[in-house]
């Protein structure tokens, strides 16, 4: 895979959706992003739709089980991708995501990918309270998660059979349905 060029398409990838979420914010009379938490969980029910067209991936316990729609799939994936930029964007680590991120593979083979926030040693009660409060700190969690998000992603996106190109293509068609219904009356 082309590091540079994946790297620029991910970047056109952010830009379009800047100015798509731009647009719906103009449509909905919002003056003020939306919420966090509502786009992290729009992203946590396009997962939930995704997971359901793998459903036949998984569900062993009933035999009629409707079979892999892959236009489907691209779709919801595409959904996926969409408010995952979407949340990048809005926190302000699009520039860091994109400075940072590799497409080199399998994060098993990672080596680049920070410490998970969780995987931290214990540290004693000062030490977590100093680190609580330095804003220096959140802002590189922050940073990191949005990284790791994308990583991640890309990773998943290539486990489905969308090595970055196919991703961007998907991107790209679901884009164009957005803004149609952003023109419409979605």
Same mark, same amino acid.
């Given at each position: ?6 790297k ?9 959706? #800047? ?7 103009? #449509? ?6 939306? #919420?966090?938490?509502?786009?992290v +969980?729009?992203?946590?029910? %396009? ?5 359901? %067209? +793998?459903?036949?991936?998984? @569900?062993?316990?009933? $035999?009629?089980? !409707?079979? !892999?729609? $892959? ?8 959904? /996926?991708?969409? =408010?995952?930029?979407?949340?990048? @964007?809005?926190?302000? @680590?699009?520039?860091? /995501?994109?400075? #940072?991120?590799? =497409? ?14 969780? %995987?931290?040693?214990?540290?004693? $009660?000062?030490?977590?309270? &100093?680190?609580? =409060?330095?804003?220096? *700190?959140? @802002? /590189? ?5 949005a ?5 991640h ?10 090595? =970055?190109?196919? /991703? ?8 164009? $349905?957005?803004?149609?219904? *952003? &023109?419409?009356?979605?």
């Amino acid at each position: 895979m082309n590091e540079e060029k994946s790297k620029k398409m991910l970047a056109v990838m952010i830009e379009k959706q #800047k100015a798509y979420d731009q647009a719906v914010l103009e #449509k909905m009379g919002m003056s003020k992003p939306p #919420k966090m938490e509502n786009i992290v +969980l729009a992203l946590i029910d %396009e997962m939930g739709e995704l997971n359901h %067209e +793998l459903k036949s991936d998984w @569900c062993y316990w009933k $035999k009629s089980q !409707k079979q !892999k729609d $892959k236009i489907a799939i691209g779709e919801e994936l595409a959904d /996926v991708w969409h =408010f995952a930029l979407s949340l990048i @964007c809005y926190t302000g @680590c699009d520039k860091y /995501v994109l400075k #940072k991120i590799q =497409f080199d593979g399998s994060l098993t083979n990672r080596k680049d990918l920070p410490i998970s926030f969780y %995987e931290t040693r214990i540290l004693d $009660k000062a030490e977590t309270i &100093r680190r609580y =409060f330095d804003m220096s *700190v959140v @802002c /590189v969690y922050i940073q990191n998660s949005a990284y790791l998000m994308i990583a991640h992603l890309i990773d998943f996106s290539a486990r489905l059979g969308y090595d =970055f190109d196919k /991703v961007y293509i998907e991107y790209w068609r679901k884009n164009e $349905k957005n803004w149609d219904r *952003v &023109r419409g009356n979605y």
